[in-house]
């Protein structure tokens, strides 16, 4: 009984997981940094709201997916002075999401990880040359 029941508790945590979303995260620490010190950003959604504005370097929580199915994607604008800079930051597909075959099956490949955001991933890094 006790058997089963380790078996029965196993199967139900594979069943409702998925691979990106074990490994992987949906929301990413991305440092902006620049050649010198000190140059003003802002972070803008999709919508070219902005969601956040500092002066490197400094380190920002963003959302990897912008949605169901959907990456998120950023304009950064870097100022110092007249100088401007425009980068842009887009998601990319975690290589964990492709782990569902194996592990995460349907639920995990379009279920868990595209409504959670981990089947997608940020860069660690934005860098101006401002």
Same mark, same amino acid.
């Given at each position: ?12 945590? !594979? ?9 992987? #995260?949906?929301? +990413?620490? @991305?440092? %902006? $940094? ?25 380190? !920002? ?9 959907? #990456?998120?994607? +950023?304009? @950064?604008? %870097? $100022? ?39 089947? +997608? ?10």
């Amino acid at each position: 009984m006790k058997k089963s029941f380790s078996i029965l508790l196993a199967a139900c945590a !594979v069943a409702t997981t998925s691979c990106s979303s074990i490994v992987s #995260k949906s929301e +990413y620490p @991305v440092t %902006f $940094q620049s050649t010198t010190p000190n140059v003003k950003f802002n972070v803008k959604d999709t919508n070219g709201d902005t969601i956040h504005s500092a002066n490197t370097p400094a380190t !920002v929580n963003l959302r990897a997916s912008n949605g169901y199915f959907k #990456k998120a994607k +950023y304009t @950064v604008d %870097f $100022q110092k002075r007249k100088h401007k800079e425009t980068k842009e930051l887009s998601a990319k597909i975690d290589p964990w999401y492709g782990g569902n075959v194996i592990f995460g099956g349907l639920i995990g490949l379009i279920i868990v990880d595209p409504a959670t955001g981990a089947m +997608y991933k940020l860069d660690d890094k934005v860098l101006s040359t401002l």
